[in-house]
């Protein structure tokens, strides 16, 4: 079921400005809270953590030229339901399968970051009848080969701290904002977003039930590589696929695909922090949109 609501202009840093709606969509036992813009073929855009739909504010003007643009808050995030459970990459990429047979969209695009990236290559391998070509950046994929020399010294400090029930959000209660601003700023090797973005993350973030939903997804990491392991072990990705990598991140993830898609392609965006989107949108544009053009457009 799909709610029609508000209509939004996206006009952030110059960038061509293009209609976006936000509708409420029930999907999987939850309804997600969905930013849609444009027609042709869909692409749909998947953010990370701490972020929500906005975080792809800039690329979606561009992108809503040739493409219908399908922007979620991934369930917990932003306005989409705070379940209880659910945030295995299995459960996540079953919303966005949901999402799509709302919108009445058979197959799409799909472009992942960071949290979101288990659960579209997990949707991707699940159904690669839907999924037309797939983006991947800034994550690591599961317990997969090709990430070690990344956790030689340990996985990222947050990812053990998130996932202990309950410590994180009781600690952080009161001061959300500071620590969205420690990400947002490493994330953007000190350059920072746009204002209003930063608002809306910590407005998204603000509260125990809110950060309860966002720390639950690390907590579901090992679900979620199990899942991949398992995905993976019957089959690869057939699909194009492309893995952007920036800093921290760099060709980890491309190292751990390459085994794994047929038809795969790297790229590092250099002088860039982890959120690729806001701190380098104009060059993740200039992959994306050759990369998602129908054949015709090329």
Known sequence: MVT?????????????????????????????????????????????????WQLWREVIGPLAEH???????????????????????????ADIDGILDALGEPTAAV????????????LALRRPDRIRRLVVMESLLGSLPG????????????FGFHAVPGLA?????GHEAQYIDWFLHAGTLGRG???EIRDAFVDAHTGTDALRCAFSFYRALPTSARQIADAVAHGGLAMPTLAIGAHPVGATLARQL?????????????????????DRPSELLDLLVPFLAPPHQI
């Open 193 to 195: 977003v746009p204002p």
């Open 4 to 52: 029609n609501g508000d209509h939004l202009e996206d006009s952030l840093s110059g960038i061509p400005t293009s209609p976006v709606t936000l509708r409420r969509i029930a999907t999987n036992g939850i309804h997600a809270n969905v930013a849609t813009a444009g027609t042709g073929p869909p692409v749909v855009l998947l953010h990370g953590f701490p972020h929500t």
């Open 258 to 278: 390459r085994p794994v898609a047929s038809d795969l392609t790297g790229h590092l965006i250099p002088d860039c922090g982890h959120i690729i989107p806001l």
């Open 147 to 158: 990430a070690e020399g990344f956790l030689a010294a340990g996985p990222p400090w947050w």
């Open 111 to 122: 472009v992942a970051i960071d949290a979101s990236v288990s659960a579209a290559t997990l």
């Open 67 to 93: 493409h219908r643009v399908i922007a979620p808050d991934l369930r917990g995030f932003g306005a989409s339901t705070r379940a209880v459970d659910g945030y295995d990459a299995g459960t996540l990429a």
């Open 169 to 173: 959000e009781t600690v952080l209660t």
